[in-house]
């Protein structure tokens, strides 16, 4: 990206200033002693008066050395398990000043909740160095070489900055990743969000974007969960495997989780992952309107078939408790015959009228019996349907009146 050459110098003049003009003092203040220490050979008296002289001298190295540990205070170097890395203000072209300032400061508490980096912003080293990073351009060599120059002197060695554009058709931002060490660019990103509604938040993606080979560096873990077993884990836009799987070892920093399988609406949730650390993260899918509508039909069926073994059952025993009445109906005829034996006689080896009826009579009284017994069958069928079958219109809440998923 073009942005416009700046001048560091006044910024280099403050932090190289620090140590060269220091020293000179201590050694002008060396040279009158040495001018003051010469009469003492003539005359004895001046030399008592000449050793307290250089005391004086001694805390003078002491003021010069004062300001060169308050340098790396700079630096913020509070967080030794951080990358340090300066922010510098997003250059406004057609943008408002204010608008760019406070993008650039959501920026940088974006990077900072990532748990990667110790940020430090341009207004933090503003009364350090006086330099006006709307002028920087990666195009010019001076530049880079500036900038390189100022990253080492705040002892970071990432250096961003970038510009926002105000256009027609919305905005434009374009941030940049400078190696102050290496003067080199790493990356650049440039996103085009349509309104102010979206500002901020692409721009958080633009940065994630340029950033993201610091944040691979440093690794975390990632544990997804899904009740739908074989679910496909996509993170970022890549298929993983399927679900359940172990935790995954993966970059620090914003990541997309994605979980998908068919029949099921696909759930999309954004994640932030913490350096040395696992997150667990819990993805709940919700059926499709298809496949709430082929529950239903399926649970319909499970009920039509519970259904039909009660009523299987319930008239297999109504046959044989039928069969059964009728042959003790026609057998207590027979016993209402004035002819029919009495006494104790075998009743087995009672002969009726006719040997046929005996033997129909048997025939009925034991088919009754075993069609009794059997509609058993068809009525545990029917409980274990209904006991473990699922009901239709159990996901119907699911729906809303257009009858797609929620």
Not at 285 to 290: D, I, K, M, S, Y
Request: contains cysteine.
């Amino acid at each position: 990206m073009a942005i416009t050459p700046s001048l560091l110098a006044c910024s280099f003049v403050l932090l190289a200033g620090q140590l060269p003009p220091d020293p000179v003092p201590p050694a002008d203040n060396t040279a009158p002693p040495a001018d003051h220490t010469a009469p003492p050979a003539d005359n004895p008296a001046p030399p008592a008066h000449a050793d307290p002289a250089p005391a004086p001298a001694a805390p003078v190295p002491a003021t010069t050395t004062a300001p060169a540990p308050s340098a790396p205070e700079v630096a913020v170097d509070t967080d030794a398990d951080r990358i340090p890395i300066v922010v510098l203000n997003l250059k406004p072209l057609g943008a408002s000043p204010a608008l760019a300032e406070t993008v650039t400061a959501h920026l940088a508490a974006h990077l900072d909740d990532l748990g990667v980096f110790q940020v430090l912003t341009q207004n933090d080293i503003q009364n350090l160095v006086d330099f006006d990073a709307t002028r920087l351009t990666l195009s010019d060599e001076s530049a880079r070489s500036r900038l390189t120059d100022l990253g080492k002197a705040l002892g970071v060695q990432y250096l961003m900055f970038g510009q926002l554009s105000k256009t027609d058709a919305g905005f434009v931002v374009e941030v940049v990743l400078v190696d102050a060490q290496a003067t080199t660019v790493l990356r650049r990103e440039s996103i085009a969000p349509k309104n102010s509604t979206t500002l901020l938040a692409d721009s958080n993606r633009a940065v994630d974007t340029v950033v993201r080979g610091l944040l691979d560096a440093r690794r975390g873990e990632l544990f997804v969960l899904s009740e739908q077993e074989g679910a496909t884990l996509y993170v970022d836009g890549t298929a993983i495997g399927a679900l359940p799987m172990a935790p995954l070892s993966i970059g620090a920093g914003p990541h997309r989780v994605e979980v998908k399988k068919d029949l099921y609406v696909a759930e999309t949730v954004d994640v932030t992952v913490q350096p040395g650390r696992r997150l667990t993260k819990q993805v709940v899918l919700v059926p499709t309107a298809e496949w709430v509508a082929s529950y239903n039909r399926t649970a319909w069926l499970w009920v039509a078939a519970g259904s039909l073994a009660a009523a299987v059952a319930v008239a297999t025993f109504a046959a044989g408790a039928g069969i059964w009445a009728l042959q003790r109906i026609e057998v207590a005829g027979y016993q209402a015959d004035p002819d029919w034996p009495r006494g104790n006689e075998n009743r087995d080896a009672i002969i009726l009228k006719s040997e046929a009826d005996h033997t129909r009579l048997t025939v009925m009284r034991l088919g009754g019996y075993s069609l009794m017994m059997l509609s058993a069958i068809p009525v545990a069928a029917a409980a274990v349907i209904f006991v473990a079958a699922d009901y239709p219109g159990r996901y119907d809440h699911l729906l809303d009146q257009s009858g797609t998923a929620e």
